[in-house]
């Protein structure tokens, strides 16, 4: 599985958009990406999935370069209720443990 | 409403003390997991179950057992429950149908071993 590198913690004020890069440098042809929110107390909460390019839907947007060895999730004009934990995984759909999440990177809007 | 349903919520017990952590999903999901979040540490996969009667170890899986007799089920057995085992755990489940596919979790458990 590829292992994903993220900031630990973003500050934002509210209004602003944010972008988080994920570092996935030995990402294989078969993975896919993909971002879920966590607030305290809950389980994650998928946000967005990709391959490549840019994926867009009514929460957030996703980045994906040409070489796919990273990727930014965009998150347009947040709210203070948009305060998480956000974390990157790269997954490979017919590998059998699937999905390992990181550390996340803790994004705090401030008003 | 799709959802993952874990029973207790929170639960407190003592050392040595047998317990088990019940997680059912009514989607019909093939796929089944268990993590555990710590402070510092994020989520650590336990064990996976990937159909009926089909479990493998995680990332961190001394102490635990599972099982998988039924689709919608995957329980979490501790079976002599130490203080290193207090954590928050999850259970999560997905459709294997594609890559377009996606965790689905329940609210969590707040387990405290003293």
């Known amino acids: 599985l590829a292992k994903t590198t993220q900031p630990i913690s973003m500050d934002s004020y509210e209004g602003q958009e944010v972008n988080i890069t994920c570092s996935h440098n030995n990402i294989a042809t078969n993975d896919y990406i993909t971002w879920y929110q966590q607030f305290p107390s809950q389980g994650p909460r998928f946000i967005i999935q990709?391959?490549?390019t840019k994926v867009t839907n009514e929460v957030a947007s996703l980045f994906i370069p040409a070489d796919r060895k990273s990727s930014t999730l965009s998150l347009p004009r947040v709210s203070l209720s948009d305060t998480a934990v956000y974390y990157c995984?790269?997954?490979?759909?017919?590998?059998?443990?699937?999905?390992?999440f990181g550390g996340g990177t803790r994004l705090m809007v401030k008003p | 409403e799709a959802q993952v349903t874990q029973n207790p919520r929170y639960l407190i017990t003592v050392t040595g003390k047998k317990l088990t952590v019940t997680c059912s999903q009514n989607m019909n999901h093939e796929y089944m997991s268990w993590y555990r979040q710590d402070p510092g540490l994020g989520l650590r996969q336990i064990y996976y179950s990937m159909n009926v009667e089909v479990t493998d170890k995680g990332d961190v899986p001394e102490g635990y057992k599972v099982s998988r007799k039924e689709k919608r089920n995957f329980p979490l057995i501790l079976e002599s429950p130490s203080p290193n085992q207090t954590s928050l755990y999850f259970c999560?489940?997905?459709?294997?149908?594609?890559?377009?596919?996606?965790?689905?979790f329940g609210s969590g458990t707040q387990l405290s071993v003293l």
């Open positions: 995984l790269v997954g490979d759909n017919n590998a059998g443990n699937m999905l390992t």
């Open positions: 999560a489940s997905k459709n294997r149908q594609g890559w377009r596919e996606k965790l689905f």
């Open positions: 990709g391959y490549k």
